[in-house]
């Protein structure tokens, strides 16, 4: 069965620059979330989408900012990257016509700033 | 949104049952609850859901009282592979929107 495709997998990157993440949901999913697990924690949910207009946010920096594309896919585009964002960022998604909200998640992106 | 509560970390041993319980007191009438597993580095995994009385799949069972106010997860005989970090959420797509707070999970550490 099709799964959720993060890309790129690992992304290194400098103080200061900016990064995007992309995510491809499994077909016929209509929502897509955006999470930050950083290194011994729990995943802190940043921000989702349904059918490409934002729903919800969390604790997502001002700096960053993500959107859904007309097909479903979505990028988290983060700016001014600090050491504090190095993290897995996982991207998940889910059908809005489900009765309960499960979600699938992708494998991750790690994101490495120095 | 429902908070979620559950112990912080478990050990169990090859071939044992294992059982972890979450309390959500304020769960909501349309909320369902979903258990999740996690490995380093990977993503979150759906492992069951439900919303009332018993759900059974090949991987585990959840149990779920008359007033919803926890659940317990049961892994039948578990093995090393088991060992996880497993995360108990409630809600649903009518409360809370799509926002989802992942709690503290239960670090499940399975011994040979």
């Known amino acids: 069965a099709a799964g959720v495709i993060q890309s790129p997998r690992h992304l290194i990157k400098e103080k200061r620059e900016t990064a995007t993440l992309k995510c491809y949901p499994i077909?016929?999913?209509?929502?897509v979330y955006w999470y930050q697990q950083g290194p011994g924690q729990d995943p802190q949910f940043l921000i989702s989408?349904?059918?490409?207009?934002?729903?919800d946010k969390g604790s997502i920096p001002d700096r960053f900012s993500a959107q859904q594309f007309s097909d479903y896919h979505s990028e988290l585009n983060m700016s001014s990257l600090e050491l504090g964002d190095s993290a897995l960022y996982f991207c998940a998604s889910s059908a809005r016509t489900a009765r309960a909200d499960t979600q699938y998640f992708g494998p991750g992106t790690r994101l490495t700033v120095l | 949104l429902a908070k979620t509560t559950q112990p912080i970390s478990m050990d169990s041993y090859e071939g044992q049952e294992v059982n972890i319980t979450c309390s959500h007191n304020n769960i909501a009438t349309n909320d369902y609850i979903t258990w999740y597993q996690q490995f380093p580095s990977q993503g979150p995994r759906f492992i069951i859901q439900g919303y009332k009385t018993k759900v059974t799949n090949e991987v585990a069972s959840l149990f779920i009282p008359a007033d919803r106010k926890s659940s317990t997860l049961s892994l039948p005989r578990v093995s090393l592979s088991d060992t996880a970090v497993y995360y108990c959420l409630v809600g649903g797509p009518n409360t809370g929107g799509f926002k989802t707070i992942f709690g503290a999970g239960t670090r499940l550490f399975v011994k040979a």
């Open positions: 077909p016929r999913h209509d929502t």
């Open positions: 989408f349904y059918e490409k207009m934002q729903s």
